[in-house]
């Protein structure tokens, strides 16, 4: 394990009897990147990291983590990989502290991040020396990044890490993706959450029905869709037809309109819809989650975004 790309993925396909979780998936995530992996439910992303991780043998194409195949060089693997599943399932008459331990031994790994990443997400002794089963969801997906990061690995992947979170612990999280970034840690996130992703992620893969749709830079894939323009018309004079406009879907909510605008189309747009009725106009870039949208109504990757 040297200077290889941290995830590579060429040709990943997984079938299940006849249904396809993952279709021909090829992508590469460089070391030390924060990578966001989205997509809708059934898209294939579990499948995707399951095998990532060896959970799950794929059907065809090649999957390396860290230079190394994770099902048969697993051994050589797992102390350098961490992993939160998107479901956690813990023995319930065990301790936090018993789970860790045993979930240290299994990754082959110490643990010596442990005690500051219990102490920074709040799991004291007292709650430690508790049976998980008697945990809250929070609680159980604190413990679930601390099982997932406890042994100071080179490549985590988390699937929905911040669900059960309250706000200031979610903000611990991101401060911890930033640290690790830093010191040159690979993640992928993958995460139903897109403001969580703008925030955290510098690029995105994004799939659908198990192939993928596009990679792209977050700042990229913002820049180059639509602009939202909202207009505030005065009382009683919210035109009932914006001409060519209306192409664009405007959704209007008393005297205010908003309309989503590819950005080449922008200043056309405003041109056309300035008039002596129009009080006030914004312009801003649309959010990961309106390219994200834009995407998806646009097709898959056969199309193109």
Known sequence: MGDEPAIELTGLTKRYGAVVGVDTLTLTVRPGEVFGFLGPNGAGKTTTLRCLVGLLRPTGGTVRVLGLDPITDHGRVAPHLGYLPGELRFY???SG????????DLQGAPSPRRGKLCDRLGLTRSVLDRPVGGYS?????????VQALQH?????????????LDPLVQETFYALLQEMASAGRTVLLSSHVLPEVQRTCGRVAIVRDGRLVTV?????????RARRIRLTFADGQVPRTLGGAERWGPRRQGNRVELLVPPSEAVSALRGLLGPAVLDVTVEEAGLDE???????????????
């Open 92 to 94: 319930p008459e065990l």
């Open 97 to 104: 502290a018993q789970t860790l331990d045993l979930l240290s």
């Open 137 to 145: 969801r929070g609680m159980k997906q604190k413990l679930g990044l």
């Open 152 to 164: 100071d690995p080179r490549l985590v992947v988390l699937d929905e890490p911040t669900e059960g």
């Open 216 to 224: 792209e830079s977050v700042a990229g894939l913002r820049e180059a």
């Open 291 to 305: 390219a994200f949208l834009d995407l998806y109504r646009r097709g898959g990757p056969e199309e193109g975004p």
